[in-house]
């Protein structure tokens, strides 16, 4: 306190105690790093991208929190059983499906919608479908042809299929990869998630 006498009197004046002056570090050091969930659901083809490819940590490395449900041998009612549980999904989804049982198209057309459907009501705003594949593009064309129809404000068919007709070396025992076919997967679509990053 400051005190200044006067003729009239003494008059105070309380000092402004100014907290010492703080240099602002650059936005990258003081954002956390923030981790977006992501599901992905998927077969054989996901478990080898998890499992030999490395997409679990290369999703964590760019920011993702991902939760991979992937199973050998499942297709898309077995996906309808993952989701019906759940009170909610993350806004984005990633479905690698549809390569089993097998090309045949059955009830196939119905499951996808039931599953997409199921995915939006449950706050999935972005699902990402990876189509099925082979070595020889037509075998899976009709399952491919539902997906494409799937396509809506939340529904994207990804991009890996053109990649891997570009890529054809990439193929294993088909319809599965090499290892380095996985990573290369893994690779994509963590870069196919990014712009959805936000």
Known sequence: MIFLSGACGT????????????????????TPFRLVPVLILGDSITVGARDIGGLQGLLAGSGWNAEIVAQIGVGVPWAKQQVEPRLVVPQIVVLELGTNPSPLIDD??????????????????????????????????EKDAVIARAVSSHVHVSGWAAKLELNPQWFGADPHLTQEGYRELALFL?????PLHG
């Open 190 to 194: 963590t870069e196919e998630l990014g």
């Open 11 to 30: 008059l105070f004046r309380p000092t402004v105690q100014r907290p010492p002056a703080r240099v602002s570090p650059s936005p990258d050091a003081t």
């Open 108 to 141: 196939f057309e119905s499951d996808v919608h039931t599953l997409i459907d199921a995915l939006v009501a449950r706050g999935a705003r972005h699902i990402i479908w990876i189509q099925p594949e082979a070595r020889d593009p037509m075998e899976y064309a």
